[in-house]
């Protein structure tokens, strides 16, 4: 005989809360697991974002001395143009008829001396620029290296953890699901509501010492015997979350023992006598 399973709108606040701690509880020790991993995952992030960053700099740096060699190519090439100008001009003016055309070719000879001598110092500085840049391509791939091994030292951590946690974790998942198929839609939904807006995660709290679990404002007698009564969801009225009795919830609560009066000593003043001789 097969036992149908039974529908969540179908029961009783007392199993629903009930239902509900125990997703608390395994969703706790899901957050508990992920919490061995601190800021691991973040660090790791960062990391590869910082290399990103410094990658695409050391390609716009390598791209940059690129131009500038390219422009000292360019210049070079300029430069002999203008040294075979100078070379032609200077043998025809072995051949010259007459003065114009002496001073014709003399400044020309002297324009493209100028030329060449301009091209030396934008090579000068081009070749300047590419020292520079590549003292600074030096400096991005060290720190690359730097980064890249710190990257690699928290990814081995954090696969060192994950590997630790992640079947334990699959197995807590499995099972909040399992718990969340029977629990009713609009009441998970508020609950996971509550949870996201809460510091610590607890949608749920059982009360413990007349106060609530979560905020531990105290809350009333009359509120207190509601919630033992299993009659209807009660939330405290401070900060949202809901409240559950710690014997429905399984918890042992402690109590509050009688503290053993301490008794009072009295110290009984010492009276001087003198005795009269």
């Known amino acids: 005989m097969t036992t149908t399973k039974k529908d969540p709108s179908e029961m009783s606040v007392e199993e629903k809360l009930k239902t509900l701690y125990q997703l608390q509880v395994t969703l706790s020790a899901i957050d508990e697991k992920r919490a061995l991993r601190g800021e691991l995952p973040l660090e790791v992030q960062d990391l590869e974002d910082e290399i990103a960053g410094l990658n695409t700099r050391k390609e716009k740096i390598q791209s940059e001395i690129a131009d500038f060699q390219n422009a000292v190519a360019q210049k070079r090439n300029e430069i002999e143009s203008a040294q075979q100008s100078v070379d032609?001009?200077?043998?025809?003016?072995?051949?010259?008829?007459?003065?114009?055309?002496?001073?014709?070719?003399?400044?020309?000879?002297?324009?493209?001396?100028?030329?060449?001598?301009?091209?030396?110092?934008?090579?000068?500085?081009?070749?300047?620029?590419?020292?520079?840049?590549?003292?600074?391509?030096?400096?991005?791939?060290?720190?690359?290296?730097?980064?890249?091994?710190?990257?690699?030292?928290?990814?081995?951590?954090?696969?060192?953890?994950?590997?630790?946690?992640?079947?334990?974790?699959?197995?807590?998942?499995?099972?909040?699901?399992?718990?969340?198929?029977?629990?009713?839609?609009?009441?998970?939904?508020?609950?996971?509501?509550?949870?996201?807006?809460?510091?610590?995660?607890?949608g749920i709290v059982y009360v413990q010492r007349d106060a609530c679990g979560g905020c531990f404002n105290k809350i009333p007698p009359q509120r207190q015997l509601d919630i033992k009564m299993h009659k209807k969801i009660i939330v405290c009225e401070y900060c949202g979350r809901i409240l559950i009795d710690p014997e429905l919830a399984g918890v042992k609560t402690e109590t509050a023992e009688a503290k053993p009066k301490r008794k009072r000593t009295t110290r009984k003043k010492k009276t001087e006598t003198t005795e009269e001789e």
């Open 88 to 202: 032609r001009y200077k043998q025809q003016l072995d051949t010259v008829r007459n003065n114009r055309e002496y001073d014709t070719l003399t400044k020309e000879i002297e324009f493209q001396s100028l030329e060449i001598e301009l091209c030396q110092k934008k090579i000068k500085e081009a070749n300047t620029k590419v020292a520079e840049r590549q003292e600074d391509l030096k400096k991005v791939d060290d720190t690359i290296n730097e980064r890249q091994a710190d990257l690699d030292h928290k990814r081995g951590e954090l696969d060192e953890i994950m590997k630790e946690t992640r079947d334990a974790e699959a197995e807590l998942k499995e099972k909040a699901k399992a718990l969340e198929a029977n629990i009713e839609p609009r009441l998970l939904q508020s609950f996971k509501r509550i949870r996201k807006s809460a510091r610590n995660g607890l």
